[in-house]
């Protein structure tokens, strides 16, 4: 049924020039007849533009340009927005780093059909993060086990590789999320879990970051922990919330 349905996939970019290219041979490899959004918060790099040029020479591809650095989360949010207005039942969300690899996007695919949502999974197969840097391997488990422990999540709750059926899922779920970075992803897989929506789980391999550098600072992790810690006080006795 899956093939059958519109399919738009989201890859937020900041500074991501060098991976252009690459990002969207190996989605239009993988799902040749999904659309592509890139949301692009005004790269110094000249992303947009190079985004622009593809754009304008391939139908599927469109850009969406803001007017700043203004938060992988807010991408994320402007991106599932503009899914629900042109109507899209499907919508793929993954990084755009080399993080996440396109040839999956079939997988998730293939279980739409049986939930709201599907979660890319690194806490599932062993090793799944061999290739990662101990630091990045420590921030990622680390925040695996607080989403676990104060929000009740017991999905890989930190990870932007997803799939969500937007035809079985109320937008307003969305509308609700308020984080702007990186807390999105908990925060809006949350708001789906406690108001009953389906998520699946499916197991991926993570390889070594092929292109960029991380946008996660000190400074962000400091705000992303005080956000969960808060939000996690705000959402303990509460069980639906739409």
């Known amino acids: 049924m899956s093939g059958a349905l519109r399919t738009l996939v989201l890859v937020p970019t900041y500074n991501e020039i060098d991976n252009v290219d690459s990002i969207i041979a190996g989605i239009l490899d993988a799902a040749p007849e999904a659309d592509l959004l890139f949301v692009d918060d005004n790269s110094p790099d000249g992303t947009g533009d190079k985004l622009d040029a593809h754009a304008a020479a391939d139908e599927r591809i469109r850009v969406l340009h803001r007017p700043g650095k203004l938060g992988v989360g807010s991408a994320h949010g402007d991106g599932i927005a503009w899914a629900y207005e042109q109507g899209y039942p499907l919508l793929v969300t993954l990084d755009s780093d080399g993080s996440h690899t396109p040839a999956d996007i079939p997988r998730f695919l293939e279980l739409a059909d049986r939930g709201e949502v599907v979660v890319g999974s690194r806490f599932i197969e062993r090793n799944s993060l061999d290739e990662w840097v101990w630091t990045r391997k420590l921030m990622t488990?680390?925040?695996?086990?607080?989403?676990?422990?104060?929000?009740?999540?017991?999905?890989?709750?930190?990870?932007?590789?997803?799939?969500?059926?937007?035809?079985?899922?109320?937008?307003?779920?969305?509308?609700?999320?308020?984080?702007?970075?990186?807390?999105?992803?908990?925060?809006?897989?949350?708001?789906?879990?406690?108001?009953?929506?389906?998520?699946?789980?499916?197991?991926?391999?993570?390889?070594?970051?092929?292109?960029?550098?991380?946008?996660?600072r000190p400074g962000d992790v400091i705000r992303e922990a005080s956000f969960l810690f808060r939000f996690a006080l705000r959402t303990r006795f509460r069980r639906r919330q739409f």
């Open 141 to 216: 488990h680390l925040g695996h086990v607080l989403t676990r422990l104060l929000l009740g999540l017991p999905y890989d709750a930190t990870g932007g590789f997803r799939l969500y059926r937007l035809d079985r899922i109320p937008q307003g779920l969305f509308r609700m999320v308020e984080s702007p970075g990186y807390s999105f992803f908990y925060e809006s897989l949350h708001r789906l879990h406690v108001n009953g929506v389906h998520i699946l789980e499916l197991p991926i391999r993570l390889p070594a970051r092929t292109y960029g550098d991380s946008k996660l």
